[in-house]
């Protein structure tokens, strides 16, 4: 029998390439030098797509695999795949939940250490010569017993909001809707920003939370506060925040994500009260070698009887 034929939009390991070739005819976007060329001869006969929450589906590769059935995204944002569009095709679509909850977790974790305890400033003092030249440096902050307010609260912020009981966190919630769980529900983000010491942004992207923390959220927060994104940085209003952390109206920052990756403007840069990784939040081989192998099982799934795994909610249904 013919195997079905598969896209591949971005990269992939060595291990996801061997289980996927095993199973389909695949193609390599990265490898397609002329689209149009391609799409002619091979469009219709895609029925299978592989790709991250980043690249998404573009709309020339929808429109261009008119026999699509189903998108397995290596991640759990998929924020870039228009899932409207997908339904109503009948294009089932999945992600990568709940295997990389623990790592996002303790990145966030990480940037509240390292915000409070000064440790990019501390490491150069030591490194620097700066220690012995010029003595002790300047104490830090405590994490401890503090407020901390969480901007979503699905299953990577309940995680969140349980790892931070080893600090001894007062935790803070704001979502759309009120959940059956022992922290404190906001319904108003400014409001909960003003009573944080710490807000915590894990909601999804897109157009719903684009820049949901603006100006006076971030001004709420106040010039001890710190604000750590581990979400989308289409969720933070970027100049906004610039503007909050020169002028002092907000304290600190701990960014993962950015408006437009991999830019990062030089005036965040720039600043020493801002921790600043490279989209890494679950970056550890062990976590992304689970999200490879849930991406290739819920393709394998689909072949197997045309259901997915782990269904992104739009499209648990189909």
């Known amino acids: 029998m013919n195997k079905p034929e598969l896209l591949l939009i971005g990269g992939a390991t060595d291990v996801m390439l061997e289980r996927m070739g095993a199973e389909f005819t695949l193609h390599k976007l990265n490898d397609i030098n002329d689209f149009d060329a391609w799409a002619v001869e091979h469009g219709a006969k895609i029925e299978a797509l592989a790709t991250n929450g980043h690249d998404g589906v573009p709309s020339r590769i929808m429109e261009a695999c008119p026999n699509l059935k189903v998108a397995s995204a290596y ?82 912020g309940q995680e969140i909001a349980e790892r931070l009981g080893v600090f001894g966190s007062e935790i803070l919630y704001h979502t759309r809707s009120k959940k059956d769980l022992p922290y404190e529900y906001c319904d108003d983000l400014v409001a909960m920003a003003k009573r944080s010491d710490v807000l915590v942004c894990i909601t999804p992207g897109g157009p719903a939370t684009e820049k949901l923390v603006n100006k006076q959220v971030l001004e709420a927060l106040g010039p001890d506060g710190m604000l750590i994104n581990v979400a989308r940085g289409s969720v933070v209003d970027e100049a906004a925040l610039i503007e909050a952390l020169q002028s002092g109206k907000l304290g600190s920052a701990g960014l993962d994500v950015f408006e437009k990756e991999p830019h990062i403007p030089n005036a965040l840069k720039e600043m020493d009260n801002v921790v600043l990784l490279p989209h890494v939040g679950s970056a550890t081989v062990e976590t992304r070698a689970a999200m490879g192998k849930l991406t290739v099982d819920n393709l394998l799934q689909w072949k197997q009887d045309g259901s997915v795994l782990t269904p992104v909610p739009e499209c648990a249904h189909l």
């Open 75 to 156: 991640g759990v944002g998929y924020d870039a795949i228009d899932t409207d569009a997908c339904v109503a095709r009948g294009i089932k679509v999945s992600h990568t939940p709940n295997v990389l909850n623990a790592e996002v977790a303790n990145t966030v974790l990480m940037l509240m250490l390292a915000g409070f305890r000064n440790l990019l400033a501390d490491e150069h003092h030591a490194r620097s010569g700066e220690w012995e030249s010029s003595g002790n440096a300047p104490l830090s902050r405590s994490p401890d017993g503090r407020v901390v307010g969480v901007l979503g609260m699905g299953r990577i």
